[in-house]
């Protein structure tokens, strides 16, 4: 079975500069989620779509940070402006309907901010 | 405040020697108490859910256990391939059924 895919896998943009990201999950995986984790923390949701529906964003900046999920399976993040402290590892996960088998996370993009 | 606390956030041991890794956990009603090993470089691989005071689940040289305030991971002679970062996360009642508060991390290595 194929794993959560995520690319580009490292990205090193200036400040203020737009980035994207893509996530492409497992297939069959109703529900997608967004994740930043700053070096030394745990990860911290920032969007949970539910097939092509927002469960949740409430930790999403959104100011900069907006999230789509077309046709309910690959999903995009972009941020625009970029800001030094948006340097980040930003995981995708997905799951099926029950959460009781756990959340499959992707590899992460690796973004630095100059 | 929700919030997940690890402890330590760093463990060395040697080969074999067994150990515990601490998650104690403060949200308005837990839903699940997850367990997540993560390799550098790499996205968090699920380990274990637990749901209820009293449970337990094993694989390999891991034991997850869950009290009412906090869940311990239990590693049982450990080899050096054990050698990750162990977090735990919580779903809470009042949170989206996926919204997790992950705590910072146990590192743990494992010298041969």
């Known amino acids: 079975e194929a794993g959560v895919a995520q690319s580009p896998r490292y990205k090193i943009i200036e400040k203020r500069q737009s980035v994207a990201f893509w996530c492409n999950p497992i297939?069959?995986?109703?529900?997608l989620y967004w994740y930043q984790q700053i070096l030394g923390q745990g990860p911290k949701l920032l969007i949970q779509f539910q097939n092509n529906g927002v469960v949740d964003d409430s930790q999403l900046p959104k100011d900069r940070f907006s999230a789509e999920r077309l046709k309910g399976v690959d999903s995009t993040l972009k941020i625009q402006p970029a800001k030094l402290e948006d340097s980040a590892v930003y995981l995708c996960?997905?799951?099926?309907?029950?959460?009781?088998?756990?959340?499959?996370f992707g590899p992460g993009t690796r973004l630095t901010v100059l | 405040e929700d919030q997940v606390t690890q402890s330590p956030e760093a463990l060395r041991l040697q080969e074999g020697e067994s150990s515990s890794l601490n998650c104690s956990y403060t949200v308005s009603g837990l839903r699940g108490l997850f367990w997540y090993r993560q390799d550098p470089g790499k996205g968090p691989e699920f380990l274990f859910t637990l749901y209820s005071a009293g449970e337990e689940k094993e694989k390999e040289r891991l034991k997850a256990t869950l009290t009412k305030k906090e869940s311990f991971l239990h590693i049982t002679a450990p080899k050096p391939e054990d050698s990750a970062t162990y977090l735990c996360a919580a779903a809470y009642y009042g949170g989206s059924q996926g919204n997790l508060i992950f705590g910072k991390g146990t590192k743990l290595s494992v010298k041969p």
């Open positions: 996960a997905s799951s099926p309907p029950s959460v009781a088998g756990g959340q499959f």
């Open positions: 297939s069959g995986h109703a529900t």
